[in-house]
T-cell receptor
Framework: GAVVSQHPSRVICKSGTSVKIECRSLDFQATTMFWYRQFPKQSLMLMATSNEGSKATYEQGVEKDKFLINHASLTLSTLTVTSAHPEDSSFYIC??????????FGSGTRLTVV | QQQVKQSPQSLIVQKGGISIINCAYENTAFDYFPWYQQFPGKGPALLIAIRPDVSEKKEGRFTISFNKSAKQFSLHIMDSQPGDSATYFCAAGDTGRRALTFGSGTRLQVQP
């Protein structure tokens, strides 16, 4: 139980294009979704917190106009990387809190911008 | 206040040995302390977690030791196996109200 399905697992895009990453909660309602970014050999760094039906909260240094987060339903949160550049290449992971059980994580999306 | 400090950065252990990874936190509001295992190209997978009302929790070969007064917790992997070779992250949270804060990670290599 408490599964978050994240897609795509890998994506390669051209510089200047946009990429959408989806995270769906399959068997529970995710009112909150956390979005992390992980560069190679580094830890997970929180980018933003999204709450269903409201604007996302971004961490300091994260461009909200570049990383668009939508959380329009209790089962779907999306992260869109707009006008992607090679420095945006990273591993993006979503996570949702699960009542009394901690947190559940998506399987991650490897974004490569060429 | 939100930092979680993890050590060592890397660890090499012989098969059958004990792997020990340590973490320290500052924020006393944290009440949930999980450990995650991550293989290359994969998302983090929960290994074991502890809450501050107990000092130790064991699940199979994995044990968390928790010292509330020192604000430290550690992961012990008994009888380490080559398949345990991965990166391990400690984290701290406040029961879902905010995102987990992760340590910097420990790359474990278990030599056969």
């Amino acid at each position: 139980g408490a599964v978050v399905s994240q897609h795509p697992s890998r994506v390669i895009c051209k510089s200047g294009t946009s990429v959408k990453i989806e995270c769906r909660s399959l068997d529970f309602q995710a009112t909150t979704m956390f979005w992390y970014r992980q560069f190679p050999k580094q830890s997970l760094m929180l980018m933003a917190t999204s709450n269903e039906g409201s604007k996302a909260t971004y961490e300091q240094g994260v461009e909200k106009d570049k990383f668009l987060i939508n959380h329009a339903s209790l089962t779907l949160s999306t992260l869109t990387v707009t006008s992607a550049h090679p420095e945006d290449s990273s591993f993006y992971i979503c996570s949702a809190p699960v009542q009394t059980r901690g947190y559940t994580f998506g399987s991650g999306t490897r974004l490569t911008v060429v | 206040q939100q930092q979680v400090k993890q050590s060592p950065q890397s660890l090499i252990v012989q098969k059958g040995g004990i792997s020990i990874i340590n973490c320290a936190y500052e924020n006393t509001a944290f009440d949930y302390f999980p450990w995650y295992q991550q293989f290359p190209g994969k998302g983090p997978a929960l290994l074991i977690a502890i809450r501050p009302d107990v000092s130790e929790k064991k699940e199979g070969r994995f044990t968390i030791s928790f010292n509330k007064s020192a604000k430290q917790f550690s992961l012990h992997i008994m009888d380490s196996q080559p398949g345990d070779s991965a990166t391990y992250f400690c984290a701290a949270g406040d029961t879902g109200r905010r995102a987990l804060t992760f340590g910097s990670g420990t790359r474990l290599q278990v030599q056969p």
